[in-house]
């Protein structure tokens, strides 16, 4: 398989299978991103409409990546058996049931059902990062890899400045707030259903083709345990525990900022709702590079060290996340809050991109389990981040906290060090 796969990436290119998946997937990736978050900008109006208090807007919060972490274990091992066009596609269907069914919840209960059910979204994540890895070769791949998620993890940064401005639009129609908030969590809800034909249309599994064919015409799918087999092969190797411990500290973070930013902004420094969701939205989109950037520059130490370079740079970024952290909640100023948030933001983005480039050289015959074991680890530090949360019934406290849990976590990626250095470059066969 690996003789097929891309040596380098095509940027303006839509000619090859995995040109297209790239494009595709991190496509499918941001629509997923931007209807996961669609309701965070909105809360403030949410809030006032059911009369929430701070433990309900947690408990949402925790619901929106709760069951992600159950799916994103799933859908890995799932690409491994079916590959990642129908595992894609069933999702993005599926997930739309809830995107579109929020618009229509009338009490916290409803809303909170609902919320719970779109966190499955968040799975997309896994598949698009294993989409990447089977069709790009090692020395490019924790660049397509960073460059996919990054341009797709965007989505959120998207909804965080667009669906304040889509809801403003709405009641210029003459159209009341609480109708308009509902019409407004439409649109993610109906984009999913589009990209959902577009990614069975126009991707395949694999350079050589559909798992399913492959299978059919006795061609043996290198390296892939399906189902079970490839989770439990994953759950035996402590690299992957360790990193799931680190990206709950990246990633996890991430997510936690998205939910909480505008609220934040709002509650904290009594910014208008459009001006918090563009600040709040700023911090989303440093992923259109900051992702890329961290796995890039992966690739790059990578080529020049070894595999242990990787680890180092991942250790490097997340201190410096853990400090960018504990200044952006320490500050009283709106516009120095903006800038720490951004610095920390930055350093965040290229964590998580820096902790992908590591996932293909963990065990290539379990790829799907190890994406999707440590793509749950995010979504565990955002649960426990929002507990947390809870606990201290303060935002500020929850991130002074947590900027000192980062800081601790960082060891875990240090820990993640190889003794066979040259596994790297023997990753072309893989």
Not at 346 to 368: E, Q, R
Request: charged content about 10%; proline content about 3%; hydrophobic content about 55%.
């Amino acid at each position: 398989m690996a003789s097929q796969k891309a040596t380098s990436i095509a940027l303006f290119s839509l000619a090859t299978p995995p040109m297209r998946a790239f494009h595709l997937t991190w496509m499918a990736f941001f629509v997923c991103f931007f209807a996961w978050f669609a309701c965070a900008p909105l809360m403030p109006v949410i809030k006032g409409e059911f009369g929430l208090s701070l433990a309900q807007v947690a408990n949402i919060n925790i619901a929106a990546v709760a069951i992600t972490i159950l799916v994103r274990l799933l859908v890995g091992p799932l690409c491994d058996r079916y590959g990642p066009r129908k595992t894609y596609t069933g999702l993005l269907l599926l997930g739309a049931i809830p995107v579109l069914g929020v618009a229509a919840s009338q009490s916290y209960e409803s809303f909170l059902f609902f919320r719970l059910g779109i966190g499955a979204v968040g799975a997309s994540f896994v598949i698009t990062q294993y989409h990447t890895s089977v069709m790009f070769a090692p020395r490019v791949v924790g660049t397509a890899n960073a460059a996919a998620a990054g341009w797709g993890n965007a989505g959120g940064g998207a909804a965080q400045a667009l669906m304040p401005l889509l809801l403003g639009a709405v009641l210029m129609l003459g159209v009341s707030e609480s109708l308009g908030w509902r019409i407004a969590l439409l649109v993610p809800g109906v984009l999913m259903l589009i990209m959902a034909a577009l990614y069975w249309r126009y991707t395949q599994d694999c350079p050589e083709g559909n798992y399913s064919d492959l299978r059919k015409a006795g061609t043996a799918i290198e390296g892939k345990k399906g189902g079970w087999a490839s989770f439990k092969a994953a759950s035996a190797n402590y690299r992957v525990w360790l990193l799931f411990v680190t990206y709950g500290a990246c990633f996890g973070i991430e997510i936690f900022i998205h939910n909480i930013a505008a609220v934040y902004y709002v509650d904290h420094f009594g910014m208008s709702l459009k001006s918090a969701g563009l600040a709040a939205g700023s911090f989303g989109l440093l992923a259109l590079f900051a992702r890329a950037l961290g796995g890039w520059l992966s690739d790059k130490l990578a080529l020049r060290g070894n595999l242990n370079s990787r680890v180092t740079l991942l250790f490097m970024l997340m201190i410096g996340e853990g400090v960018g952290l504990l200044w952006f909640a320490k500050v009283d100023s709106v516009t120095y809050a903006v800038i720490a948030m951004l610095v920390f933001g930055l350093f965040t983005h290229m964590a998580c991109g820096a902790t992908y480039a590591l996932v293909p050289f963990i065990d290539s015959k379990a790829l799907g389990g190890v994406a999707g074991i440590i793509g749950a680890g995010g979504n565990v530090g955002a649960v426990a981040a929002g507990f947390l949360m809870k606990g201290t019934g303060d935002i500020r406290q929850t991130l002074i906290i947590l900027s000192a849990l980062v800081v601790i976590s960082a060891l875990c990626a240090i820990a993640v060090r190889f003794t066979r250095v040259a596994a790297e470059p023997s990753m072309a066969a893989a």
